[in-house]
């Protein structure tokens, strides 16, 4: 078994474990966060949310830049990962740039779901071999790590976002409502 290979092998497990991660063994940081959240809305509160979305965000960034880096090396092994069309069977070969795009365009394949798919979308003139079918699943995990990650933090931001509202709210009730003012358009009107 070659370097490019074994290499694309533990890139795929480590997605798939930090996928896995990311989806069950995160919900305790977003409890933590809800809970200060609920304990009152702060910097500190909002620091600690930033931390928890940069550890994802991180992860993306570094499995994009590998997963380009595992097909230059599959590339300069011989493999032909790649065609001109889709479904196609005429070779290509792309450099780092065209690699990147190809994975980019992976990358908004897996945030978009199937709107890229269905309207035949693409950023790059580079197609799967569908020939290798290994590669077809090489680059299925590496969408479904993107599709999982990006819906896990839009998940968690609108809940996170809605709760800080939430308190927000309840916080500017209580402070009007110990003040004595409350709502000056509240009550009868003169007639």
Known sequence: MSFAILFALVLSAAMGVVAVVTW????????????????????ETLRHALIYYRFMGTSMVVFLVLFVISTLLLEAEGYQLFVTERRGSEAATGGPIANSFFALDL?????????????????????????????????????????LTLLRIVVSFVW???????????????????????DPGAGPRPG
Do not use: P
């Open 107 to 147: 990358v908004l394949r897996g945030g978009f779901f199937d709107i890229m798919e269905h309207f035949e979308l693409a950023i790059t003139h580079l197609h799967m071999n569908r020939k290798l079918r290994w590669f077809v699943w090489y680059c299925f995990i590496f969408r479904i790590y993107y599709g």
């Open 160 to 182: 996170i976002w809605a709760k800080i509202r939430s308190v927000r709210k309840a916080q500017s009730a209580a402070t009007s409502g110990s003040s004595g003012t409350g």
């Open 24 to 43: 069950f063994f995160h919900d305790q940081k977003h409890r933590d966060l809800e809970s200060w959240v609920e304990y009152g809305f702060s910097r």
